[in-house]
């Protein structure tokens, strides 16, 4: 089974319009820990958004939140006000355990779009 | 922010010869590197764990003899790919993990582009 599913391939956005790029994910491990990356076509990994399980408020950095909801297992990247810059991949992506290796597993990614 | 780097950032090279990556922790140390690779339109695949001062672990399908890993410093992991064919062409990305507080985040390297012809 999937441990990290991203199920939008691609997505479009207007300017300035805000929006949400899924990611569930599956684990028996109480502790873990939620990512999403941005990937430009330069290639770069870029650290956006960092999530703990035990965490009681949903992460948030400048204009990315992360709608962290537990019982459904699932951790959805919001992009408030896109801006033309944010069309990029964007990974979501797991680590199990609290230390276990702290290797991460990442989703297949969405291709986001911004458009004037 | 911590900052990883990763040389070369591309390399051409004949099939039947060996390439070396570095990657370098800039302004941190790390006990514990990852490698990871990336096909054209797919997401990244975890190669093995570096850890620093004894042998790596290769995740399930990677052949350690052909993906040499040496972390032989907190500051440097290298990647050999022996006898490189054409079919290990690819972006190939290290990663390093940093605490920040009471969160956490693994900085990634720009990746190395591999073609071998």
């Known amino acids: 089974a999937q441990k990290i599913t991203q199920t939008q391939p691609g997505m479009f956005v207007q300017e300035k319009e805000a929006v949400t790029l899924d990611c569930t994910y599956d684990?028996?491990?109480?502790?873990?820990?939620l990512f999403w990356y941005k990937q430009p076509s330069s290639g770069e990994m870029i650290f956006l958004i960092y999530?703990?399980?035990?965490?009681?408020q949903n992460a948030t950095e400048g204009r990315y939140s992360l709608n962290f909801q537990k019982a459904r297992k699932s951790a959805n990247l919001v992009i408030s006000a896109s801006q033309l810059g944010d069309s990029a991949m964007y990974f979501c992506a797991m680590r199990e355990g609290r230390g276990g290796g702290n290797k991460l597993t990442f989703g297949t990614g969405t291709q986001l779009k911004v458009e004037l | 922010g911590a900052v990883v780097s990763q040389h070369p950032s591309w390399v051409i090279c004949k099939s039947g010869t060996s390439v070396k990556i570095e990657c370098r922790s800039l302004d941190f140390q790390a006990t514990t590197m990852f490698w990871y690779r990336q096909f054209p339109k797919q997401s990244l695949m975890l190669m093995a764990t570096?850890?620093?001062?004894?042998?790596?672990?290769?995740e399930q399908g990677v052949e350690k003899d052909k993906f040499l890993i040496n972390h032989a410093s907190l500051t440097l992991s290298t990647l050999t790919v022996t006898s490189a064919h054409p079919e290990d062409s690819s972006f190939y990305i290290c990663?390093?993990?940093?605490?920040?507080?009471?969160?956490?985040?693994?900085?990634f390297g720009p990746g190395t582009r591999l073609l071998v012809l």
């Open positions: 990663s390093a993990r940093v605490s920040l507080g009471a969160g956490e985040t693994q900085y």
């Open positions: 999530q703990g399980s035990y965490d009681q």
């Open positions: 570096s850890n620093e001062g004894s042998k790596a672990t290769y």
């Open positions: 684990t028996s491990d109480p502790s873990y820990g």
